[in-house]
């Protein structure tokens, strides 16, 4: 093996990585194992993880203080305070004590007036269910936590457990065997001599390895002895995903790595065109990838980047990214207290040539925001909040990159949503369904505004009796088209049993109700079916009291903290709650002609399409699908 390599070529970089990850696709695939919650810090999840129990599990005081019926404290004011007697008209609470019927609110303990072991005075009235977090405000049982190929994060683990998970499937860690090699080099124990080099590059390797989610044995330096090196590493083979061979894979006489890898496997690619870096080696040995690597450091850590990282990422389902910081428009308003600088967490999507921040939950307690968000938006102290369309500075958890290639989608809220974002991921690695819940109203607004490519919407327009089509028609002159979503069943979602034994909406006068939020298809519906039953909002209990998706409020439902609510039959079978027809509505997706064709759009509606997404939606209930993903035109033809 005295001859010089002759075969060092010139391939293009993103050519060579082209080649080598078509040769693995086929061969290289990722294994799951189970392992504990608490050991999942950094691992990949296989596929979407689903909450076991609502957070909190009850309906939880907010504040210090006394739990008090509402309807006692009326009237209370500083002309006229309220007497209020203990175990009477109101027990004392304290922060994350269980508030039950029928207290329906707290008074923050500096708002109450002691005037001995068994009676306060109280010099304001309470709201209904003022400072009480309700059952599920952060989790909801059956909500998903996280979604299919998503990486761990500490506070992660913590929704998990908040959630009821305890173990979780995991990708498995693959392990890759690193050979130094070189008669040249030496350990770093060992004062080199003449012509001796310390050996440093496996160790960077190792810990590259490490960091992008891989396990790596390193293995002392062998010599430039083709026997030995073709032993080391065809035995390494059999116990290890993949063999990063360092040294050895240029064109010298002792540079033996490329004649090995062609007696024991195949070579795809051998020299690429970068500077430095060019003799990396790129071959197949067992059905597994053998990297070789230049012995130069710069050589060797550019070539590691731009070859080893992808394959490690074959393996390991991971996605890279950087913390940095960028400039992005607020779509909806953002009001501050003057105390404090408050960091608000938005997800991050970029539409057209700006990027888009929107605004997640605030609540302290709202860790699922934290999961949620792709970066923190900062609000600075003595600033009363930030208008939409302002330019804000976001701190992002995400890449650009991974920014870029992310569909907005604000809007009305669906279990559609999850289940297409987490098949998005699995499916369309690099693809990514940023969901923002403000209502089908303020997604069209949003949408006017540039801020989304993509608004769900579920309006019925009262004067023609369709949905959503005369809304685009009137809000927006640039061509519009219509993605068909689903038909769903909407109505009042009761407790299991109903026992009050409600019929419709004519009997909500002897309940508790609690609303969708302003701008919700579902309660635009509801306001329809109010004046179609001859009613007004003032005879319904909790018509004011809102919740911004339609697990929520089947949650309070369930939860003993409301008899009814308006929403789909999917949440109410996902809570086991009973649910009264009211009738079929049409749930669709909004988006400018001129964002169809671009490829995060058209994975979009490839899901929309997909036998996937439409046995999940079975599973689900309440769903017909069958023009999922069909594109309508918004053109004369829908003339009213």
Known sequence: MANRNLYLNNTPVKEALDIYKKALKDIVKMQYEEIPVEKSLGRITKEAVYARCSSPLFNAAAMDGIAVITEKTKGASERTPLILEKNKDFIVVDTGDPVNYPYDAVIMAEDVIEIDERTVKILEAATAWQHIRPIGEDIVSGEMLLPSMHKIRPIDIGVLFSGGIIKIMVVKQPKAAIFPTGTEIIEPTKTPEAGEIIESNSRMFEAMITSYGGLADRFPPTPDDYNKIKAAVSE?????????????????????????????????????????????????????????????????????????????????????????????VLSKRMISSLKHKEYVRVKVGQVGDKLVASPLARGAGAAMSLVRADGFCVIEQNCEGIEAGETVRVELYRSLQEIRHTVVCIGSHDLLLDLAADLMAFHYPGVYLSSTHIGSMGGLMALKRGEAHIVPVHLLDEASGKYNIPYIKRMFEEPMALIKGVKRIQGLIVQKGNPLNLKGIADLKQCRFVNRQRGAGTRVLFDYKLKQAGMDASEITGYDREAATHMAVAALVAGNSADAAMGIFAAAKAMQLDFIEVGQEEYDFAVPVKYLKLPEIQAFIEVLKSSELHTRLANAGGYQYEEAGDIYFIDEKFQE
Request: proline content about 6%; some cysteine; charged content about 20%.
């Open 236 to 328: 390494a083979l059999d116990s290890y995903d993949m063999v990063i061979i360092n040294a050895g894979s240029s064109a010298g006489t002792e540079d033996f790595t490329v004649h090995i890898l062609r007696e024991l496997g195949e070579v795809l690619v051998h020299g690429v065109a970068i500077k430095p870096g060019k003799p990396v080696i790129l071959a197949v040995v067992k059905g597994k990838p053998v990297i070789g690597l230049p012995g130069y450091p710069v050589s060797a850590y550019i070539d590691f980047e731009n070859f080893v990282k992808p394959v490690l990422a074959l393996l390991t389902g991971e996605s890279y990214c950087d913390n940095n910081v960028a400039e992005a």
